[in-house]
């Protein structure tokens, strides 16, 4: 499968990994849109939010599991914000399920 999140996750392509454990890949944004933009991701391969099932939502699970160690890893004391970007109206430009985690700053009210 012809997948960017596959292939950092298998090392194919290199990246700036931050955390990752079995089932949980997370590495840092190559475009930061906040001082600290890390990439939460699943190993498994789910396409995006519409693709979450029954069979394959542990994958899911295991992401927001990893979110306090990231979190804490990368010293955001005072609070962060995940996006998940699904589909063509949000922009979703990578189809692996990723979760985009923000901080080390104010962030805007808006979310839009
Ligand atoms: P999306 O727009 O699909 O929600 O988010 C995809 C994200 O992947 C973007 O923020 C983009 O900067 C990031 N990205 C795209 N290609 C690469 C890459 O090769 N390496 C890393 N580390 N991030 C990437
Ligand atoms: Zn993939």
New binding site residues.
Partial sequence: ?D????KI?AGEIPSAKVFENEKVFAFRDINPQAPVHVLIVPRA?IACADEITASNSEAVAAVFEAVPAVAAAEGLKNGYRIVNNCGADACQSV??IHFHLLGGKQLSEKMD
């Fill in positions: 499968m997948c960017l999140f596959c996750i391969h189809k692996h």
